[in-house]
């Protein structure tokens, strides 16, 4: 909106602050998103396919958890990049074509709508549990898998059964809405507090200076990351090195070193 021109007042990117996406996102739905999952199925995940789509920040929180509770977890992704690093995190990465006849559980993690449609759901096996942790309740084709249902019913909260032609059942989980908020409680407050932190300061930056900025979007400045960091490192007992006066100088010293 702001290249659009279409923004009529200044906003401050939080989402795109490193103290947010790199915690929030990452442990946060890492641990939320298993939460809302278990809570919804009660399902034993050691041992199981663990399908998550993306491998972003919410996606590498999920894989990682969902590897320590013992799953066999595979990534698609669209992104190279993303993938290569799934591929070195030591995961195993396909298209969801391949991903959707072998997974147990799928959990979309993309930002993108029609990640799960039709023909996966034509592919999976007979009990597959299907969530979203990554969007709105697009990322997962709904429609086209009510079209090939002949009964559905409900199991327990946030589970519903889908019956198709051929005798398989395929379990959605919270109608494909974000199974961390809808089916547990979202991510813990030790993790969110950086997060609201970043909101809080970027309010008081806009009640003091907002008049003077224009009807774009601004980032957080990685002054505030760090010094956010350092506080949360102090609030967890923990304290870290500084540089001397000599190492500031040698890091800046072209002649010094290769």
């Not at 224009?214 to 609030?235: F, G, P, R």
Request: contains cysteine; proline residues 2%.
């Amino acid at each position: 909106m702001g290249e659009a021109g279409e923004l009529r007042y200044p906003v401050i990117a939080v989402n795109d602050a490193t103290t947010k996406w790199d915690f929030d996102n990452v442990h946060g739905t890492g641990q939320s998103t298993l939460d809302g999952i278990i809570r919804a199925t009660s399902v034993l995940l050691a041992g199981k396919v663990f399908v998550v789509a993306g491998y972003g920040h919410c996606g590498r929180g999920l894989a990682m958890r969902a590897r320590g509770m013992g799953a066999n977890v595979v990534i698609t992704e669209i992104d190279p990049i993303a993938a290569l690093k799934a591929v070195m995190d030591g995961f195993r990465v396909m298209k969801m074509d391949e991903a959707a006849k072998i997974g147990d559980v799928f959990c979309t993690a993309t930002g993108m709508k029609d990640v799960i449609i039709g023909r996966h759901f034509d592919s999976m096996k007979d009990g597959a549990i299907v969530s979203n942790t990554g969007h709105y309740d697009c990322e997962i084709n709904i429609p086209d898998l009510e079209s090939r249902a002949t009964n559905t019913y409900i199991i327990r909260d946030n589970n519903e059964a889908f019956e198709l032609s051929d005798d398989r059942t395929i379990h959605l989980l919270a109608r494909g809405r974000l199974v961390n908020l809808a089916a547990a409680e979202g991510h813990p407050s030790e993790v969110m507090d950086m997060s609201f932190a970043n909101q809080f300061l970027s309010l008081c930056r806009l009640a003091a200076e907002g008049e003077q900025y224009e009807n774009i979007v601004y980032d957080i400045s990685s002054t505030q990351d760090s010094e956010l960091a350092a506080l949360k490192l102090a609030t967890e007992g923990v304290s870290i090195d500084t540089l001397t006066p000599e190492q500031i100088a040698y890091a800046s010293d072209y002649s010094a070193g290769t």
